[in-house]
């Protein structure tokens, strides 16, 4: 199973478990039956964001499921979580991070540094 399929079925065996038809999740998005059947089968990805947040709301997702949806769709497409861009883009620190991180960082410096930033979530 190649990335799209993945990214496919995660979002028909979603669809499926809230009991929606093809054909009432592509209206619910307003996105071509055709389309979405593409979409599920692993022959198209999402065209943006915007699609990929119409079929959280659609779909009733969960915060993590929503995460993963997110992470699944940029592997296919071969790029970032569609849902991270826009931030990565517009924050400069952000990009000067990552750049240091991909060079440096182990596992243990992304929980440590994760922990922290949710610590500091918790405290404010």
């Known amino acids: 199973m190649n990335d ?6 995660y979002i ?7 009991g929606i038809t093809v054909r009432a999740i592509a209206d619910m998005i307003n996105m071509g039956y055709g ?5 599920e089968t692993g022959r198209r990805c999402p065209a943006d964001l915007e699609t990929l947040n119409r ?25 970032a979580p569609p849902d991270l861009t826009s931030y990565i ?3 400069n620190k ?7 991180a991909k060079e440096k960082a182990t596992d243990e410096d992304w929980e440590q540094f994760t922990k922290h ?4 979530g ?3």
């Open 4 to 9: 799209r399929q993945i990214l496919g079925a």
């Open 12 to 18: 028909k065996e979603k669809r499926n478990s809230r």
């Open 35 to 39: 389309l979405y059947g593409d979409l």
């Open 55 to 79: 079929i959280i709301n659609a779909l009733r997702l969960t915060d993590d499921e929503s995460k993963k949806l997110y992470d699944l769709a940029g592997t296919a497409r071969k790029a």
């Open 89 to 91: 883009n517009n924050t």
């Open 94 to 100: 952000a990009r000067i991070a990552l750049r240091v």
């Open 117 to 120: 930033l949710e610590a500091k």
């Open 122 to 124: 918790e405290s404010e």
